[in-house]
């Protein structure tokens, strides 16, 4: 079955977010659970021109990579009804449009019930994309998204927020790639300026 066939059939749809969906999802929906989907690492490889950072100086953000022995944490929403294609105007244009990313089906496991997977629509920016800035040292992303803005806020902003969240709702989990590019940010931007772009 094709991909928009699939998503045409649904009545209802969950959507997998990872990184700025997880606070600020801006989309009506039926309710949202905290699980993870298995197969992928969450790392900070992708460009930003838009949303965090512009073209003289692209933001870093974070896309899923493939890897048999990681997961990744996060919020699935779902959407019904009307809400599913509102939701999808929006996030073809906040994601894809913007972004660069493309949609995948990855099977997500909530927290509440880590039984039954559920299938869910995700975003993916490839390597194949022209803003994709790859691996990266803590410090060098650190640099990159200390001195970053866009049209929806500042790079540190971008970061520190996801790690609240995976402080927060996942304590458990232990981020090595987030926390460290978190706390080089944190070793080059003064607190209170941190505070402050935040606001």
Same mark, same amino acid.
């Given at each position: !079955?094709?991909? +928009?066939? !699939?998503?045409?059939? +649904?009545?209802?749809? =969950?959507?997998?977010?990872?990184?700025? /969906?997880?606070?600020?999802?801006?989309?009506?929906?039926?309710?949202?659970?905290?699980? @993870?989907?298995?197969?992928?690492?969450?790392?900070?490889?992708?460009?930003?021109?838009?949303?965090?950072?512009?073209? *003289?100086?692209?933001?870093?953000?974070?896309?899923?990579?493939? *890897? *048999?022995?990681?997961?990744?944490?996060?919020? %699935? @929403?779902?959407?019904?009804?009307?809400?599913?294609?509102?939701?999808?105007k929006y996030l073809n244009v906040r994601e894809s449009e913007c972004g660069g990313y493309i949609?995948? =089906?990855?099977?997500?496991?909530?927290?509440? *019930?880590?039984?039954?997977?559920?299938? &869910? /629509?995700?975003?993916?920016?490839? &390597?194949?994309?022209?803003?994709? +800035?790859?691996? $990266?040292?803590?410090?060098?992303?650190? %640099?990159?998204?200390?001195?970053?803005?866009?049209?929806?806020?500042?790079?540190?902003?971008? /970061?520190?927020?996801? $790690?609240?969240?995976?402080?927060?709702y996942c304590p458990e989990v232990e981020d090595d790639h987030l926390f460290s590019i978190e $706390? %080089?940010?944190? &070793? /080059?931007?003064?607190?209170?300026?941190?505070?402050?772009?935040?606001?």
């Amino acid at each position: !079955m094709k991909h +928009q066939d !699939m998503i045409n059939e +649904q009545r209802s749809l =969950w959507v997998f977010g990872y990184g700025s /969906l997880v606070w600020r999802p801006d989309f009506k929906f039926k309710r949202s659970k905290v699980g @993870y989907i298995q197969g992928y690492k969450r790392r900070f490889w992708h460009g930003d021109t838009f949303h965090r950072g512009d073209i *003289d100086m692209p933001g870093r953000v974070v896309t899923l990579v493939e *890897d *048999d022995d990681a997961c990744t944490w996060g919020v %699935a @929403y779902e959407v019904t009804g009307s809400q599913i294609e509102e939701s999808l105007k929006y996030l073809n244009v906040r994601e894809s449009e913007c972004g660069g990313y493309i949609t995948k =089906w990855v099977e997500f496991i909530s927290r509440e *019930d880590s039984h039954t997977p559920i299938l &869910a /629509l995700t975003y993916i920016a490839t &390597a194949s994309n022209p803003i994709y +800035q790859g691996p $990266a040292s803590p410090e060098e992303i650190a %640099a990159q998204i200390a001195v970053c803005k866009g049209k929806t806020g500042h790079n540190i902003e971008y /970061l520190l927020r996801l $790690a609240q969240f995976m402080k927060r709702y996942c304590p458990e989990v232990e981020d090595d790639h987030l926390f460290s590019i978190e $706390a %080089a940010t944190l &070793a /080059l931007v003064p607190y209170l300026l941190v505070s402050k772009q935040m606001m």
